[in-house]
Each structure stands twice: as C-alpha cells, then as structure tokens.
Nanobody, 128 residues
Framework: QLQLVESGGGLVQSGGSLRLSCSASGFALDDYNVAWFRQAPGKEREGDSCISSSDGTRYYRDSVKGRFTVSRDNAQNTVYLQMDSLKPEDTSVYYC?????????????????????WGQGTQVTVSS
C-alpha cells in the first residue's frame, strides 16, 4: 500500500523554524517528484515547493523563497521542508504529495493536479 506520512508540524512563534518530514512507505520515493502544499481554512490548496526525482530542480513560490528549503534523503525514503522565519500567514495544514516520474527526472511543478499520492497533512500554527 502506497502511503505518505507528514510529521513535524506544531506551534511556533513568529520568526521561528520547523522542519516537516514526508516519509513514504510501499514505494521508493526516489522515483517520484515530491511537492509541499498548504491549505488554510476556507482557502484552496496551494503549492509552496517541489523537488524533482533527480534532485536537480528545487522550486519555490515567491512568498516562501529564501525562507523554506526542500530536500530529500533517498536512503531514508523521506523528503523534508525546512521552514525558517515563519510568519503568522504561514499557518496552514501542510501536505506532501508525490508524482511518479522515474529516476532522473529533472523538472517539477507545484500544480495540485500533477500529484497522485497525498499525505494526511500536518498542522503548522505560527503565533504573532
């Protein structure tokens, strides 16, 4: 059974940091592009960052560029999102998602429709 599990969310003060993890079971994550999305109450799900299966592309949307860093550890079958300088507007449920591309694929996107497998989400709350 293919499964993604996010962890690492929590409550942090403005300016603080969190590291989210996205662990895969039932499949090898290095065959997949992986992206991080957020969804706040009453809002649509939107992409923050992605990493290609080759690790050759790491993409960030403008509002998180310079603050968030995506990385992958294929030996651990895990992708991470390091979030620094957090702001109250970063408060959301964060989801990771995977899209099978095979190893060595050198492009990724943050479109929701590109991704087939999703985790259950982890809550991030940033207090002011």
């Amino acid at each position: 059974q293919l499964q993604l599990v996010e962890s690492g969310g929590g409550l942090v003060q403005s300016g603080g940091s969190l590291r989210l993890s996205c662990s895969a079971s039932g499949f090898a994550l290095d065959d997949y592009n992986v992206a991080w999305f957020r969804q706040a109450p009453g809002k649509e799900r939107e992409g923050d960052s992605c990493i290609s299966s080759s690790d050759g592309t790491r993409y960030y949307r403008d509002s998180v560029k310079g603050r968030f860093t995506v990385s992958r550890d294929n030996a651990q079958n895990t992708v991470y999102l390091q979030m620094d300088s957090l702001k109250p507007e970063d408060t959301s449920v964060y989801y990771c998602a995977a899209d099978h591309r095979g190893r060595g694929y050198d492009y990724c996107s943050i479109y929701v429709w590109s991704y087939d497998y999703w985790g259950q989400g982890t809550q991030v709350t940033v207090s002011s």
